[in-house]
């Protein structure tokens, strides 16, 4: 049953800012999630590192659709909906690998790394010959693109082109990594499962009030600090031995405050950023002297070069620049969502580096991950209590500096819209605002024209 426009709008109040706890539990909204957000956006499927050569490919979640992102044999990426035309088996069980076709375990039904149907057992004997094996190929996607090297697709035909739909603050996030060299993933894909409602696994990237409290375990620990770590992790981006090493800042001063050390970026379609500036924040690895590089200044507006934040593009791509980091938020249901986390290296990088990023992916996020598995218990205890009779009736509360948040928009700036801020929470509300919008299954037009930021958030 659709949920109406008055109703989203009831659930998400900007102007009070506060949101429904049925938003994170209610199974009618988990459906027309699959439908009007995931079945419409633009979602990230992988990196084209991932698939260098001829019939390397990935699978890929968009909803409940799985899809293989197949390197074809011209060099062009193609996306096909992992099911048989027959009877609808997965035709791939791997998540990863290098294939020259792909043959249905149920009946054999084979496809070419195009998706075409080549094979039927039985086609002369059993089908006389009669069966059109050019109509019964593999489903693409209904659009394919990529932004320097981050591969994108959308069931929408109708969905505006990729660089749109990222809009400034999409593209400053992608290119705060792409700008740290010549980028490749390290193989392998961390995944694991966090019972918890996706939007608490994507909101929380905005959220800089809780590691004081949340993350005191593993700050005790002092597991960012250069001492803790051996001998051979004390480098910076550079390879360039330095006390300093790899540390993590936090916006200083009583949270909430009023002093400016936040920068916010709030975009068209829900894009959002928020977080420390680079004065204020320095990352795991130690250094963010890339943000000083050609390619940077080339890419990134003079405020994005200060802005050391998360940034999520909507729905579920969270980009971790100080740590060379993606990660995708997959739901699995209204309370189970999969964790995939991708490392980001360059090329060039020094063994001491790769060593190191490959020590903070296993030991700060991921399911060894201390941070993740702390933020963790925090998103699954918050679901959970939006199915209780009584507690789901009690609104969350997001108004931390709301109504102080004043929204900067020079369009003809490559700065996206951003606000300079104490500690907030306009990244989450933001999010959720232009959530109710996709979820109201309004035209791309009004999508676009209910989400441009307004002048006070
Ligand atoms: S379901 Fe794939 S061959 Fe029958
Ligand atoms: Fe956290």
């Given at each position: ?131 059109d094996m050019s109509a019964h190929g593999l489903r693409g996607v209904a659009q394919l693109d990529t932004y320097k090297g981050f591969v994108f697709a959308t069931s ?231 199915t209780g009779l009584a507690s789901r009736r009690i609104p969350h509360v997001l108004k931390m500096n709301l109504g102080r948040g004043k929204v900067v928009n020079d ?47």
């Amino acid at each position: 049953m659709a949920i109406a426009d008055q109703t989203l709008h009831e659930l998400v109040s900007l102007e009070r800012g506060e949101v429904d706890r049925s938003i994170y539990s209610d199974p009618d909204i988990y459906e027309q999630e699959m439908k009007e957000i995931f079945g419409r956006s633009w979602l990230f499927l992988c990196h084209e590192t991932q698939i260098p050569k001829r019939g390397d490919f990935v699978e890929a979640p968009m909803g409940r659709d799985n899809v293989l992102v197949v390197r074809q044999r011209d060099g062009s990426i193609k996306a096909l909906l992992n099911t048989c035309a027959h009877r609808g088996n997965a035709v791939c069980r791997a998540d990863e690998g290098n294939a020259k076709n792909f043959m249905c375990t149920y009946h054999g039904w084979t496809y070419d790394i195009a998706g075409n149907l080549v094979g039927v057992p039985g086609q002369k004997e059993l089908y006389h010959d009669e069966l059109d094996m050019s109509a019964h190929g593999l489903r693409g996607v209904a659009q394919l693109d990529t932004y320097k090297g981050f591969v994108f697709a959308t069931s929408d035909p109708s969905a505006p082109p990729l660089a749109e739909f990222l809009g400034r603050t999409g593209r400053a996030g992608l290119d705060m990594i792409a700008c740290q060299g010549d980028m490749e993933v390290i193989p392998g894909v961390q995944k694991f499962v966090i019972p918890c409602n996706w939007k608490f696994a994507v909101d929380n990237l905005f959220d800089w009030y809780h590691p004081q409290i949340t993350h005191l375990s593993a700050m005790s620990l002092d597991m960012f600090a250069n001492q803790a770590m051996p001998e051979s992790k004390r480098v910076d981006i550079d390879g360039v031995a330095t006390q300093e090493g790899a540390q993590l800042r936090l916006p200083g001063g009583p949270a909430g405050g009023d002093n400016v050390d936040e920068l916010v970026f709030v975009d068209i379609f829900g894009h959002a950023l928020a977080g420390p500036t680079r004065d204020t924040y320095v990352g795991v690895t130690g250094s963010d002297s890339w943000r000083d590089s050609e390619q940077a200044r080339e890419a990134l507006g003079p405020v994005a070069r200060r802005a050391a934040g998360h940034t999520n593009i909507f729905p579920t791509l969270w980009i971790n620049p100080a740590g060379g980091q993606i990660s995708l938020r997959v739901p699995r249901g209204p309370f189970e969502t999969e964790i995939w986390w991708y490392s980001f290296v360059p090329r060039e990088a020094p063994p001491e580096h790769r060593a190191l990023v490959l020590a903070m992916a296993n030991h700060v996020f991921g399911p060894a991950g201390l941070l993740e598995q702390e933020d963790g218990e925090n998103w699954n205890q918050s679901t959970m209590t939006t199915t209780g009779l009584a507690s789901r009736r009690i609104p969350h509360v997001l108004k931390m500096n709301l109504g102080r948040g004043k929204v900067v928009n020079d369009v003809d700036s490559m700065d996206p819209p951003y606000i300079e801020c104490g500690i907030n929470e306009h990244g989450q509300l933001w999010t959720y605002a232009a959530w109710a919008q996709w979820m109201s299954g309004c035209s791309w037009d009004e999508l676009r024209e209910r989400t441009i930021p307004p002048a006070v958030l």
